[in-house]
């Protein structure tokens, strides 16, 4: 009975910025670790950057120093800020997310359905 919804993809042009939203719904007793991915037609998913219950980021080396992910706990939401956009970002945007739904239940991964950004050079 949790979702996660993402938003915000769109067409930009190289250099530009663009942020995405991810909004968890639904019964969450405790939201944890949330994660952003990626993935281009005919490549792999790739983790772009994870952030903590208490804000600790990290990030791929591919977009260190241009994306920023945040958090707002209280809206149960994850943001990814995205600067300096390049070509090779163009990808389906996914989050994913360790959430229990109750006191009793243990960690389950649950995932968006991803939003498209694409990127003109």
């Known amino acids: 009975q949790v979702q996660l919804v993402e938003s915000g993809g769109d067409l930009v042009q190289a250099g530009g910025s663009l942020r995405l939203s991810c909004a968890a719904s639904g019964r969450i007793y405790s939201l944890n670790t949330m994660r952003w991915y990626r993935q281009a037609p005919g490549k792999q998913r790739e983790l772009v950057g994870t952030?903590?219950?208490?804000?600790?980021?990290n990030y791929a080396d591919s977009v260190k120093g241009r994306f920023t992910i945040s958090r707002d706990n209280a809206k149960n939401t994850v943001f990814l800020q995205m600067s300096s956009l390049k070509p090779e970002d163009t990808a389906v945007y996914s989050c994913?997310?360790?959430?229990?739904?109750?006191?009793?239940?243990?960690?389950?991964?649950?995932w968006g359905q991803g939003t498209q950004v694409t990127v003109s050079s």
């Open positions: 994913n997310a360790d959430i229990t739904s109750s006191y009793s239940d243990y960690l389950r991964g649950y």
């Open positions: 952030i903590t219950r208490l804000g600790t980021t």
